[in-house]
């Protein structure tokens, strides 16, 4: 238990200074004519939503062309530029949402309900599309239960969204992410996708994102205990003696 918690409190500290060093990057002059013309964080998510599609779109182009896992250096460096583009607006649009509530100019919150949709349809179809040429042994199964355990994550925020109950994100996912593109670069960063580095980084993302998926289990499994509780608790006081 102690080594999880301190494991918790290493993974949380360096998201508090991460967060802290975007937000006083935002707030410099070099993002303030881009805040002025309307950046928000809704409008981090919907590019990066953008740049997700235009990933599907090359994808499809490399698999009409039959280039397989070993993708010509044009295509993977505009997959690699897409990808850091489409990382770094996921760093900046949850900073940047907390600085809209600051500021008091908070914006529709859509972001809150499409953000892990979109980092899933940035991400998958990559990890789809090399699970279908890579040779490895062990690699359609690592993958597939990476993509499994998204889809799982998905459904069960749609579950949650439904019974208006808001889970909100945690540590463990935010680091899961950020393994996880680390583990899609080192696909394609080299002609040849390297093996050892995938196998570190997505093994790694696969625990924290099955660690995350299972602390949202409890706090829903919560939540719903506490408010069955409270109807409960109301509907004895408003029975008639």
């Not at 908070?106 to 040779?135: A, N």
Request: proline share 4%.
């Amino acid at each position: 238990m102690w080594l999880f918690e301190a494991i918790v409190s290493f993974f949380e500290r360096l998201d508090r200074i991460r967060d802290g060093k975007l937000q006083r990057l935002l707030e410099s002059r070099l993002f303030e004519p881009l805040l002025i013309r309307g950046m928000t964080a809704n409008v981090l998510t919907r590019l990066r939503e953008v740049l997700a599609l235009v990933v599907i779109g090359i994808l499809l182009l490399c698999r009409a062309e039959n280039y397989g896992a070993n993708l010509p250096p044009s295509v993977r460096l505009s997959l690699l530029v897409i990808l850091l583009l489409g990382f770094a607006t996921d760093m900046l649009d949850g900073p940047l949402a907390r600085l809209e509530n600051k500021w008091g100019t908070k914006s529709s919150g859509e972001g809150i309900h499409l953000d892990p949709f979109v980092d899933k349809l940035l991400t998958l179809p990559l990890l789809f599309y090399y699970m279908l040429y890579m040779d490895w042994w062990w690699s359609g199964s690592l993958i597939a239960l990476i993509i499994m355990g998204d889809i799982a994550g998905t459904i069960f925020r749609r579950y949650s969204w439904k019974r208006e109950i808001q889970i909100p994100s945690n540590i463990f996912g935010k680091f899961k992410m950020v393994f996880l593109g680390a583990a899609i670069v080192s696909l394609i960063l080299w002609e040849q996708p390297n093996a050892l580095l995938f196998l570190i980084f997505s093994t790694v993302a696969l625990t924290l994102g099955t660690v995350s998926i299972g602390q949202h289990a409890f706090l829903l499994k919560y939540t719903l205990a506490v408010r069955r509780e409270a109807q409960t608790t109301k509907s004895r006081i408003e029975a008639p003696e």
